[in-house]
């Protein structure tokens, strides 16, 4: 009697358990949700919903991975391409090595300003747009600016204006020191946590670094925001604002253009390739990046490379990556 007594409180008690994880899901399936495993990042052959969606869209590249064949062709320090419909690893090379991010930090400043921030609003500029660095790109938006979140986005996105940045996070947080612990907490949430940031925009500083593949999880939750996609794909963005002085007030036009060269069309990706734009970060310390988004044949694929010494270094490396790109119209 005692032993059928037993049999049913374990079997209650499990009822319980598989039912309080949610509905159609069970305690394995939250077990296997946090695995990453398999030569392509997924749960292999796993029966369970959660294992699905948690891991078959998501690039896992182990530590050790070797770099993929032809990497001694890359200029870069690191490259990654991923298709991003299944989490495809197509090419990497020294993909968790760390490096300077420069200006594709605003990648994650912008995603967060869309987050968490109202894309609809305008906000008074405060001193965060005084920057005291020589030779980095402003967008002279002014202490006292009442500037729309629009212009911000496609200031800090196109013209890459580190004064746009900082104005742009805090629709975000409060101040910047808050801000940048909540890039932090967000990157780590994504699994980015090879990275460390410490400011909106992405000048130099020795504790502000990441990796390709960082790059690569930030970007892969950018572009779940369609405001993020359409700025990174316009080629030219103009509109204006007024400034009010003691003078007066005046219209102060703004007109910002892509430096993407496929976008330009000084650069050709192949036939079945659209390029729908990118982020380029550049500063002494970091060279040359960039992170860029692509489509062809229904399918998106993100593109990091890092630290080319050159323009031309950094482009012929693109050039390169998308040819690994296959076109899945061809008949084998």
């Known amino acids: 009697?005692?032993?059928?007594?037993?049999?049913?409180?374990?079997?209650?008690?499990?009822?319980?358990?598989?039912?309080?994880?949610?509905?159609?899901?069970?305690i394995l399936n939250t077990f296997y949700g946090d695995l990453q495993t398999g030569e392509e990042g997924r749960v292999a052959d796993a029966p369970l919903s959660r294992a699905d969606s948690f891991a078959s869209k998501i690039a896992v590249v182990p530590a050790d991975a070797a770099n993929s064949e032809g990497s001694e062709r890359v200029h870069s320090d690191a490259a990654l391409l991923v298709d991003v419909s299944d989490g495809t690893v197509l090419f990497q090379k020294n993909v968790h090595k760390r490096e300077y991010p420069a200006s594709t930090t605003k990648i994650l400043t912008s995603m967060l300003a869309l987050k968490y921030g109202d894309a609809s609003a305008s906000r008074k500029i405060g001193e965060?747009?005084?920057?005291?660095?020589?030779n980095v790109v402003l967008c002279d938006f002014r202490v006292g600016d009442v500037i729309p979140f629009d212009i911000l986005i496609n200031a800090a996105l196109l013209r890459s204006g580190n004064d746009a940045a900082a104005a742009l996070a805090l629709f975000a947080a409060p101040t910047l020191e808050e801000f940048a612990e909540l890039m932090?907490?967000?990157?780590r949430e994504i699994g980015a946590t090879e990275s460390n940031f410490v400011n909106p925009h992405g000048l130099y500083d020795d504790n502000h670094y990441t990796t390709a593949y960082d790059m690569y999880l930030i970007c892969n939750e950018a572009i779940k925001y369609d405001k993020f996609v359409k700025v990174l794909s316009t080629v030219k963005y103009q509109n204006s604002f007024t400034r009010t002085t003691a003078y007066g007030e005046y219209t102060i036009g703004c007109e910002y253009t892509s430096g993407n060269l496929y976008l330009q069309g000084?650069?050709?990706?192949?036939?079945?390739?659209?390029?729908?734009?990118?982020?380029a970060g550049y500063t002494e310390k970091a060279r040359r990046s960039?992170?860029?988004l692509v489509e062809s044949n229904g399918r998106r694929y993100i593109?990091?490379?890092m630290r080319a010494?050159?323009?031309?270094?950094?482009?012929?490396?693109?050039?390169?990556?998308?040819?690994?790109?296959?076109?899945?119209?061809?008949?084998?």
């Open 1 to 26: 009697m005692n032993k059928k007594i037993c049999l049913i409180i374990v079997l209650i008690i499990s009822a319980v358990m598989m039912c309080s994880c949610g509905e159609g899901t069970s």
């Open 128 to 134: 965060e747009v005084i920057i005291h660095e020589d």
């Open 184 to 187: 932090n907490k967000e990157a």
């Open 266 to 279: 000084s650069a050709q990706a192949p036939d079945h390739i659209k390029v729908l734009g990118g982020k």
């Open 290 to 292: 960039y992170v860029m």
């Open 303 to 305: 593109i990091v490379t």
């Open 309 to 332: 010494e050159s323009n031309d270094d950094m482009y012929a490396d693109l050039d390169f990556l998308l040819q690994h790109i296959p076109d899945n119209n061809l008949e084998h």
